[in-house]
């Protein structure tokens, strides 16, 4: 079936500096995008959301891109913090009832001192 | 407010034994999922509920694995019997409303099956 992927595993920065983490998508239909923060031992925390007639968004440290036409979501974290260190995870909805939700594999950020 | 809760933290069982898990989603969350997550991979999607309701179990493994929500607030998922595979997390969320709206999710319920 459709899903969603990323390629890169880990991540590795330096503390201060920017962080882009980035996903494929393949399910065209797909019309809500959300990021999620995961740490040890803990579920999935929401981070931010974007729906498909939007092609960027930005929170509180983190902006999210969407790019419909070559199926790529991104996730910037602008001055990472040692507190980012985390999992992240993208996943994509679709379906006439929403009903359709996917997450990636997550790639594993690890912020250095 | 409160966030979702999950129950028990941690489960190790042996194989071909029965295991349930519940979950308590944040007040006045219509919507409730249950995911399966193995380490090192992102959560499946396991069913889920709109109220009482039943919305999409198309991923639940039926012949050993079962979901109820009664009175449209608490949930159980149970395995009956468990397989050495089935060790992963079990997340349980919800969301306010509709489905595919943000989700919350709970602290999640280790299972180990020996």
């Known amino acids: 079936g459709e899903s969603v992927g990323l390629h890169l595993p880990t991540l590795s920065v330096q503390e201060g500096d920017n962080s882009i983490i980035n996903c494929a998508y393949s399910?065209?239909?797909?019309?809500?995008f959300i990021w999620y923060k995961q740490e040890s031992g803990k579920g999935p925390q929401f981070i931010i959301d974007i729906r498909s007639n939007m092609d960027k968004r930005q929170g509180q440290r983190v902006t999210v891109l969407l790019n419909k036409t070559v199926k790529h979501l991104s996730l910037q974290i602008a001055a990472t913090q040692p507190g980012d260190s985390a999992v992240y995870f993208c996943?994509?909805?679709?379906?006439?009832?929403?009903?359709?939700?996917?997450f990636g594999p997550g790639t594993r950020l690890s912020v250095l001192p | 407010e409160a966030g979702v809760a999950q129950s028990p933290r941690y489960k190790i069982i042996e194989k071909r034994q029965s295991v349930a898990f519940w979950c308590n989603p944040i007040s006045g969350h219509a919507t409730l999922y249950w995911y399966q997550q193995i380490l090192g991979q992102g959560p499946k999607l396991l069913i889920q509920f709109q109220n009482n309701g039943v919305v999409d179990d198309s991923q639940l493994p039926k012949d050993r694995f079962s979901a109820e929500r009664l009175k449209g607030v608490d949930s159980t998922l149970k395995i009956q019997p468990a397989k050495l595979e089935d060790s992963a997390v079990y997340l349980c969320?919800?969301?306010?409303?509709?489905?595919?709206?943000?989700?919350?999710f709970g602290p999640g319920t280790r299972l180990l099956v020996l």
């Open positions: 996943a994509e909805n679709w379906g006439p009832r929403g009903q359709n939700f996917v």
């Open positions: 399910n065209s239909a797909s019309d809500y």
């Open positions: 969320a919800s969301s306010l409303d509709q489905v595919g709206e943000t989700q919350y």
